[in-house]
């Protein structure tokens, strides 16, 4: 797969299966292509910027752009899944923009991490409890 091979030369699918390395491979594409696509010719002076409407920390995105490779990678590893690019990214943005970094550096690789971490263990949860709760409904329903 061109795509696989592409993606494998950065380094950024080490360790995965070939199934993995095929939705991972996939999954960077687009978010790769959606981050371009709303990513501003210029930044507004005082540090903010408008993405969908909402104006965000020139540094939550810096952040959400050095996280959000790994999140998809450690998503995707332990067996998530990653159904839109675009409300991932989204997600990401508001994650880290809760995030109080007078006490953080944000430009520190430890704290990439560890937001890296946190993230996707939020994410994890949300998307289990949502399934459960789907699954739960279909079986009520009869459909399942």
């Not at 943005?93 to 430890?110: A, C, G, M, P, Q």
Request: glycine residues 4%; aromatic residues 16%.
């Amino acid at each position: 797969m061109d795509l696989i091979d592409k993606w494998e030369k950065t380094g950024l699918l080490a360790y995965l299966n070939y199934d993995n390395k095929l939705k991972v491979s996939q999954l960077y594409e687009s978010m790769a292509n959606y981050a371009i696509k709303i990513y501003p010719s210029n930044w507004e002076l005082d540090g903010e910027i408008l993405i969908n409407n909402f104006y965000y920390k020139k540094t939550t995105i810096e952040t959400v752009e050095g996280i959000m490779f790994p999140a998809i990678y450690r998503i995707v590893n332990s067996g998530g899944n990653i159904y839109r690019v675009a409300n991932l990214y989204e997600d990401l943005i508001e994650f880290v923009d809760s995030i109080n970094f007078k006490t953080w550096d944000y430009r520190h690789l430890d704290t990439h991490n560890e937001l890296i971490v946190s993230y996707v263990e939020m994410y994890r949860e949300r998307i289990l409890n949502k399934d459960y709760k789907f699954k739960r409904l279909l079986i009520e329903k009869n459909l399942l």
